[in-house]
């Protein structure tokens, strides 16, 4: 039986990938640094059937079976999934017809990344049942051609994309395990609207923004500090790094032609309120955002009741997730169906 099961976490981002030097192979404009999720993640059955020599013959092919959240796929999303299906059909020289049932066990446009967790777990199943056996790194570089961010998601704990100059140097690798420092995620969903520009759209309109070349000329030392800082499990230099690297990706985007503007009023509340509780309580808590109006709170484990709470009081909060750090991909003995 031509089938696998994979769990991988979602991952966020403390120095973002944000613009692409190429959209079709997904290679960024710089590293990214990000955290792999263990709370917020993505289970994906993969399973392919040999098309019969009739389906081969003068019958149309059966097109595939995508099932997310127990809704069947069709239109865009689906086509996104089909051609990651392609790419695996491809490398295993195979026309095999492919069912996928895949869940997430956090809301959808919660504002955590499902495309990450998404990819990163159909691209392990799907090489798995076909048979392929294939390294971390060459999962990685695959994964990363349905999502960016999704070639970070290959690996647990604390993890470097390297930008990379073609297909198969561009891909994540693992600076620290999980167990290295206990880093919370506390996710502040303010608004649960589907965004109106996807990530995809927005990389490629990134180069727009005059901003965008400063931005990426910034990152080198943002990064070094970001490393450094993951590896003396130092929250004090993490945060200021990781706010400003939120703060310049959400300048080029609302300066992109057209213009991005992920922000709700809501996320203001909480960006003010993250800085209020650091400066008048001495909480150690740090924001960044994502390609949404959600916030995502970071701090060690001794932070996240004292965050949770205070951000129970806030009016625009409308639901909060909690994730420290995760594993990489993990295969499951049991399947979706
Ligand atoms: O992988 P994509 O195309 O969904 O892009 C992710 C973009 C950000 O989440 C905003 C940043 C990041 O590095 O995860």
Redesign the pocket.
Known sequence: MHKCTVRAGS???F????GVADPAL?L?LSN?I?MTLADAYTVTTVAWEERSAQARGEAPDEPDEIVLDGVQLDGATAQRIVAHLDRLRALAQVNWRARVVSQNNFPAAAGI?S??SG?AALTVAGCRALGLELSPTRLSALARRG????C?SLFGGFVE?EQGHDDTTSVARPLFPAGHWDLYDVVAVVSRAAKAV???G??RVAATSPFNPARIASLPPLLATVRAAIKARDISRLGPAIEQDALA?HGVMMTSTPSLLYWQPGTLEVLHAVRRWRQEEGLAVYFT????PNVHLICEQDQVDPVVQRLQQLASVQQILVSGPGPGPVELDEHLF
Do not use: E, L, Q, V
């Open positions: 991952n966020i981002a120095i973002k990938y944000w997904n960024p990214s990000s990344a495309s990450a990819f999502s960016g961010s999704a970070r994309w996807s990530s995809a927005g990389h990706m955002i994502d390609a949404g």
